[in-house]
């Protein structure tokens, strides 16, 4: 069965420092990333995904095929930055679920 | 309407009692899901529909546990006699194909705590 692992549970970093959370999957076939946001007292909300090669709030992700890793990385973190960061994964060619890993939780200190 | 809304938003239950939590998805999505997330935890998938289909309930975790979305609009989840493992956030989430895509798009959950 597919899995996601997000090793951290907890990252804390200095405003403006990069910020690069970990996410490896396993799964022998090729499926489509995506990185989903909880900000305090507010809903699970898509960050981005793999698909559409997208930056959002200067976050990036690249797919490495060969590690099975879909890291989340910023080159300078902001306060808001502060939240919980999911990483999640659909199967392609059959299956609609979306399974995510256990979370990490990044805190921004100034 | 604009976004999946769910009800109630929080509610406490006796062990043994039978609750039923409430998701209005997104008007015109077609998938509907339904997620478990225990303290702590990621979510963790339950079932799935597409209209009024369930096309995939292999995550809900016993029999005590049923959803149903009669009309392929509102969906419930009903737990019978619930257990305090049962405590958790229930999370909706409303998509259209291809889910690759676009994701899904959830609701602010519903907090159930079994005491």
């Known amino acids: 069965a597919q899995r996601v692992t997000q090793p951290e549970k907890l990252l804390s970093v200095f405003k403006g420092a990069p910020v690069e959370l970990k996410c490896n999957y396993s799964?022998?076939?090729?499926?489509?990333l995506f990185w989903y946001v909880q900000y305090s007292r507010q809903r699970l909300q898509l960050l981005l995904r793999?698909?559409s090669r997208e930056s959002i709030k200067g976050f990036t992700a690249d797919l490495n095929k060969g590690e099975t890793s879909f890291h989340l990385k910023k080159p300078f973190a902001q306060e808001e930055d502060s939240a919980m960061y999911y990483c999640?994964?659909?199967?392609?060619?059959?299956?609609?679920?979306?399974?995510f890993g256990t979370g990490t939780q990044l805190k921004v200190e100034l | 309407g604009a976004g999946v809304s769910q009800s109630p938003r929080y509610k406490v239950a006796k062990r043994g009692q039978d609750v039923a939590l409430r998701c209005d998805p997104i008007?015109?999505?077609?998938?509907l899901f339904w997620y478990q997330q225990a303290l702590g935890q990621g979510p963790e998938f339950l079932t799935y529909f597409q209209n009024e289909a369930q096309l995939d309930k292999s995550g809900l975790p016993s029999d005590r546990f049923f959803a149903e979305r009669p009309e392929g609009s509102v969906s419930t989840l009903k737990i019978q006699r619930t257990q305090q493992e049962d405590s958790a956030v229930y999370l909706c989430?409303?998509?259209?194909?291809?889910?690759?895509?676009?994701?899904?798009?959830f609701g602010s959950g519903t907090r159930l705590t079994v005491v």
């Open positions: 989430a409303s998509s259209l194909p291809p889910h690759r895509v676009h994701g899904y798009t």
């Open positions: 793999h698909i």
């Open positions: 799964y022998s076939g090729s499926p489509e």
């Open positions: 008007s015109g999505h077609v998938s």
């Open positions: 999640a994964l659909i199967l392609t060619g059959g299956g609609n679920k979306l399974t």
